[in-house]
């Protein structure tokens, strides 16, 4: 069986406080969009795995693939073996949840493929154990993420028929070293409201990890200023970046950036 996991964005990102765990409590809108890696698992005499297109740094059982099957076999210790093969196309370490996605998806298609008929919230809470943005992508469409983004609550965001733009600098951002350097604070609007309101959004929609971010990588925050320039409606950075996201009305042109840069377009 073959599906396509794909990227995410993060429409608003509120960090308000830290948790004794570790983690921080945030309100973000997370919203799936086309950009795909490609994930093939079958049946087979042996559990094997391939990596084409990116590589995924480290090795084959530090894929977050390959700990959702470890995870299920915990539970159903007669699952066959799977032949996987993951065909990357998401950056990493961009903000666009590609990882996340993957892992999913695995859980997804395990489900499907080996006829568990597990039900969607119990796909989430094993998804909640690979990660914080994972749960969000077995349902897949515009959710609000509270808790440390494992509580999901549907939320409606029209943007069918404008333009999204991503441009990514070859700079690898961690996610857990981009929440040290925040100070949590609570927020001047609250998300829902803002999120029925696009033309609201370049005053009101705040990313609270672009102050830390774009300071140390000022190249980040460049990239938001020349989308704006360019005629976006709306720009931010997507998570813990160093993905910058620009929303636009009409088709833009996207033959600007720097050669090394990722850039990618879709009509939503
Ligand atoms: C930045 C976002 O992408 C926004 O959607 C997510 O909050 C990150 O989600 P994720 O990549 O799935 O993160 P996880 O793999 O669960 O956590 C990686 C690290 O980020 C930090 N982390 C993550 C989520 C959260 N709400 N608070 C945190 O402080 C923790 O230090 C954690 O060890
Ligand atoms: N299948 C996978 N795809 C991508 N990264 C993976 C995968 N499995 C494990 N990883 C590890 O997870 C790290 C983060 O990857 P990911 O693409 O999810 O980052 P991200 O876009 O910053 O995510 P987020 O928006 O959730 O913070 C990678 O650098 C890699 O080491």
């Not at 892992?103 to 690979?130: P, S, T």
């Not at 929440?179 to 959004?201: C, F, N, Q, R, V």
């Not at 830390?212 to 990588?217: A, L």
């Amino acid at each position: 069986m073959i599906q396509f996991p794909n990227a995410k964005i993060n429409l608003g990102l509120h960090i308000t406080e830290k948790r004794k765990d570790g983690f921080h409590e945030i309100e973000t809108c997370l919203f799936p969009i086309p950009l795909c890696d490609a994930l093939e698992m079958i049946p087979a005499p042996k559990t094997t795995f391939k990596n084409t297109g990116l590589q995924v740094p480290g090795n084959e059982k530090q894929n977050l693939i390959f700990k959702a099957l470890k995870l299920l076999r915990k539970d159903f210790n007669d699952l066959p073996h799977v032949s996987m093969h993951l065909h990357k196309a998401i950056p990493m370490g961009a903000g666009l949840g590609g990882g996340s996605s993957d892992a999913a998806f695995a859980l997804k298609i395990m489900n499907m493929l080996f006829n568990l008929h597990l039900e969607d919230w119990f796909l989430e809470d094993y998804a909640a154990e690979l990660g914080s943005d994972c749960p969000f992508f077995i349902q897949n469409k515009p959710q609000l993420a509270k808790g440390r983004g494992e509580i999901l609550e549907e939320v409606e965001v029209n943007l069918k028929g404008r333009w999204l733009v991503l441009v990514q600098p070859k700079i690898h951002i961690s996610t857990q070293e981009a929440y040290a350097g925040i100070i949590p604070k609570s927020p001047a609007h609250p998300l829902k409201e803002i999120l029925m309101d696009p033309k609201s959004w370049k005053e009101k929609l705040v990313n609270n990890f672009e102050e830390s971010i774009f300071k140390k990588h000022p190249q980040i925050g460049a990239i938001k200023e020349n989308l704006y320039q360019q005629g976006a409606f709306y720009a931010a950075m997507s998570g813990s970046g160093s993905t910058v996201f620009g929303l636009f009305d009409q088709e833009p042109s996207i033959s600007n950036w720097p050669e090394d840069y990722f850039t990618y377009k879709n009509q939503l």
